[in-house]
């Protein structure tokens, strides 16, 4: 089933601990984008590729790193866990910028102690 | 700045028909989303509006006013299975999406 997975499901994490949560997708996207989202906010982007080779910051990247080795996989890394980074994580992608629609991964549940 | 705004909850009967509105700010426009997001799940495109008017599929129709900054998603004949978030979202100038809170609808029989 062509889609994005997403892993871990879930993780709980102590603070200062480096982890690196994993996004592949099968569809031959150029665009993907990684979201937190918070309850009582919207979803918030964090760092998205536009293509294989290239990375752009979000809304907030403060304390997340990401590469795009190539087209299907996107990971995103916490150099050293805080508890204000205990969010759900969605990894998306699109067949371009601006493109219309976005496919979602299921969500990586991230709790940092 | 941007913004986007929309209802934090709402509730409706199973049959009936509800309205769900968003109203945004936005230095440049290229478009309004809603997407559907059951609780534990991934969100998933409902629809795309870009001009002005009516978008309709099915039990489901989106308006937009890019005038009024405005727009609304309209569910019909509501099912049990309606219940779940709606995200509204405009992609800005640049192309990047911005994001309201989300409105649980909540369905009761």
């Known amino acids: 089933i062509a889609g994005i997975t997403q892993a871990p499901t879930s993780q709980i994490l102590a603070a200062g601990r480096r982890m690196t949560l994993r996004c592949t997708q099968d569809?031959?996207?150029?665009?993907m984008y990684w979201y937190r989202q918070d309850l009582g906010l919207g979803l918030r982007l964090i760092h998205y590729s536009n293509t294989a080779g290239t990375t752009g910051k979000g809304e907030v990247p403060d304390g997340y790193s990401v590469s795009r080795a190539n087209t299907d996989d996107f990971p995103l890394t916490l150099a050293s866990a805080v508890p204000s980074q205990t969010s759900v994580y969605f990894c998306?992608?699109?067949?371009?910028?601006?493109?219309?629609?976005?496919?979602f991964g299921a969500g990586s549940r991230l709790t940092v102690l | 700045g941007q913004n986007i705004d929309q209802p934090t909850e709402m509730t409706a009967t199973e049959g009936a028909i509800v309205q769900i509105n968003c109203t945004y700010q936005t230095s440049g426009f290229n478009g309004l989303f809603w997407y559907q997001q059951h609780a534990g799940e991934a969100p998933t495109f409902l629809s795309y509006n870009v001009l002005d008017g009516l978008e309709e599929k099915g039990r489901f129709s989106s308006f937009l006013s890019r005038s009024k900054g405005y727009s609304y998603l309209l569910l019909k004949e509501l099912q049990m299975k309606d219940s779940a978030s709606y995200l509204c979202a405009h992609m800005d100038s640049n192309y990047q999406l911005i994001w309201g809170a989300g409105t649980k609808l909540i369905i009761k029989p």
């Open positions: 569809m031959r996207h150029n665009a």
């Open positions: 998306a992608s699109s067949d371009g910028p601006g493109a219309n629609v976005l496919t």
